[in-house]
């Protein structure tokens, strides 16, 4: 019998490493909004249509791409912030793995519009299917604009697995407020289909919060503090007259980024007992500080 092992062609790798990364509209918002929040970023835009199916286009002021590193990016394993597996260690950026935007443009139609502030004209750049369409020079101002448009429109069969628009428009409502929570000095906009969704000012914590949910007010949150010689916790817990029936509004952050965890939501639901009733669920929003050293960001 000949030989039967093949290497897969770059597209298919990217493909099947997307299925990993890209479930869903939301999961391009969370990767689009990391990379900005990488950037540096001090206001991002993000647009959607379709509750993300037709558009998912983000917005930023960040430092923006060289012309090389805007057709470098496309590439998997193209990452600018790590080098070495001792930098996994130490990261305190968003992504590191350099994935994401492969991923994304295995997926969707993509367009990049770049620019540095040190040059004069930005680079545009058209993806089809991991395919560069396009590349020319064009005029935009400093900073990045990724657009995702008709996501899985080259696998039908993860098309029809999305759910109905008010599903996915749900999740990307929560990326977007995760974000929004954990970098209230950054300003963000949301728009979905030409509505005005949320118009985010930077703020503090607790502006952001009141921001963010129509029914949050000051006076309804408790700041909490606490410092240990290995975590620095910091955050807002809700009083119990805003305990609800429903679970989605507790947050825990570690380093800015987003996790959910059985054991704490545990503990800090626990602190609330006897003072609210057993089915309701307490606001809580909390950011643990540790050193990255300590962690290990792949769990
Ligand atoms: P990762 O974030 O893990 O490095 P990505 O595929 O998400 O991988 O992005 C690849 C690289 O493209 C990033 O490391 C960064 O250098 C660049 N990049 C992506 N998005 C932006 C952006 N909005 N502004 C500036 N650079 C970006
Ligand atoms: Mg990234």
Not at 142 to 170: D, H, M, Y
Not at 252 to 273: C, M, P, Q, T, W
Request: proline share 4%; hydrophobic share 40%; glycine share 6%.
């Amino acid at each position: 019998m000949s030989d039967i092992i093949k290497l897969l062609p770059e597209h298919v790798a990217n493909q099947i490493a997307a299925g990993e990364v890209i479930q869903r509209p939301s999961s391009i918002v969370k990767e689009l909004l990391d990379n900005s929040i990488d950037a540096g970023a001090t206001h991002i835009k993000l647009i959607v249509k379709d509750a993300g199916k037709a558009l998912v286009q983000v917005i930023d002021n960040g430092k923006g791409m060289s012309e090389t590193d805007a057709r470098m990016c496309w590439e998997r394993h193209a990452t600018s912030k790590i080098t070495s597996i001792a930098d996994v260690f130490k990261i305190k950026t968003m992504g590191f793995r350099g994935e994401a935007l492969a991923s994304i443009a295995s997926v969707a139609k993509v367009e990049l519009k770049t620019k540095r502030d040190e040059d004069a004209v930005g680079t545009f750049i058209v993806i089809e299917g991991s395919n560069t369409i396009t590349q020319e020079a064009t005029a935009c101002p400093t900073g990045t604009s990724i657009t995702v448009k008709n996501l899985f429109f080259n696998i039908p069969a993860r098309r029809n697995f999305l759910k109905s628009n008010p599903v996915e428009l749900r999740h990307i409502i929560d990326e977007f407020t995760r974000a929004a929570l954990a970098n209230p000095s950054i300003g963000f906009e949301l728009f979905h289909n030409d509505d005005l969704l949320h118009n985010l000012k930077p703020a503090d914590f607790a502006f952001r919060i009141c921001d963010l949910f129509d029914d949050k007010k000051p006076e309804n949150l408790l700041l909490f503090e606490e410092q240990t010689t290995i975590i620095n916790a910091s955050g807002f817990i809700g009083k119990p007259q805003i305990a609800k029936k429903t679970r989605g509004e507790q947050f825990i952050f570690v380093n800015n980024r987003f996790i959910k965890d059985a054991y704490l939501n545990h503990a800090i639901v626990s602190g609330f007992e006897n003072i609210i009733a057993k089915d309701q669920y307490p606001f809580y929003c909390i950011n643990i500080e540790i050193d990255p050293s300590k962690i290990d960001v792949n769990i």
